[in-house]
C-alpha cells in the first residue's frame, strides 16, 4: 500500500468539510475531465472517465478527498483542485504540497507533523536495534571460533 495524500481544509486547526457540490464546482471552472460519481466505498470518487482503471481515483469520504499512491499526474491535480477549494494537500507524514515536488509543514498540523517525525525515527531505531545485535553476535562467534 502506497502513501495516502489527502485533499484537507481546515481553518486554526479546526476542520472544514469539503462537500460534493463544491467539488463538481470546481472540477468545472477547472475544465478538469475528472467528474464526481457516485461510489459504495466513500461518499462519492472523482475520476477522469476517459481514462479506466482505478488508478487515478479520488474519494471524498467524511468531507476530505484522497487518494492512495496517486500518480505525478492526479498529485497535480489534486493540488490544482485544492486551491480551487480553498484546500491543500497533505500526505501521511503531515507534510502538505506547494508542488508535486515541493512540500512544508502547515502550523495547522506543525504538532502533528513533529509526532510522525518521531514515530519514524523510533522505526529506524527499532530497525537498527536487531541488526546491531546479529552483527554483535557475529562478531563474538568469530572471536571465539579463532580462540578455540
Same mark, same amino acid.
Given at each position: 500500500? *502506497?502513501? =495516502? ?5 481546515? &481553518?486554526? *486547526?479546526?476542520?472544514?468539510?469539503? *462537500?460534493? %457540490? ?6 468545472? $471552472? ?5 467528474? /464526481?460519481?457516485?461510489?459504495? $466505498? #466513500?461518499?462519492?470518487?472523482? =475520476?477522469?472517465? %476517459?481514462? !479506466? !482503471?482505478?488508478? @487515478? ?7 476530505? /478527498?484522497?487518494?492512495? @499512491? ?20 497533505? @500526505? ?6 506547494? %508542488?508535486?515536488?515541493? %512540500?512544508?509543514? =502547515?502550523?495547522?498540523?506543525?504538532? &502533528?507533523?513533529?509526532?510522525? $517525525?518521531? *514515530?519514524?525515527? $523510533? ?10 545485535? !546479529?552483527?554483535? /553476535?557475529?562478531?563474538? #562467534?568469530?572471536?571465539?571460533?579463532? &580462540? !578455540?
Amino acid at each position: 500500500m *502506497g502513501p =495516502h495524500i489527502t485533499i484537507v481544509r481546515t &481553518q486554526g *486547526g479546526m476542520p472544514r468539510p469539503i *462537500g460534493a %457540490t463544491e467539488v463538481e464546482s470546481a472540477l468545472r $471552472r477547472l475544465h478538469s475531465p475528472y467528474v /464526481l460519481a457516485p461510489d459504495a $466505498r #466513500a461518499d462519492a470518487r472523482v =475520476h477522469d472517465p %476517459t481514462h !479506466g !482503471g482505478e488508478g @487515478n481515483v479520488l474519494f471524498l469520504q467524511v468531507g476530505e /478527498l484522497w487518494a492512495s @499512491n496517486p500518480s505525478l499526474q492526479l498529485l497535480g491535480m489534486m493540488i490544482e483542485l485544492a486551491r480551487e477549494l480553498d484546500a491543500r494537500v497533505r @500526505n501521511d507524514d503531515f507534510e502538505t504540497y506547494r %508542488t508535486v515536488f515541493e %512540500t512544508y509543514v =502547515h502550523p495547522d498540523d506543525a504538532a &502533528q507533523a513533529a509526532l510522525a $517525525r518521531a *514515530g519514524r525515527r $523510533r522505526q529506524v531505531v527499532g530497525a537498527a536495534v536487531p541488526f546491531g545485535v !546479529g552483527v554483535l /553476535l557475529g562478531v563474538m #562467534a568469530l572471536l571465539l571460533r579463532r &580462540q !578455540g
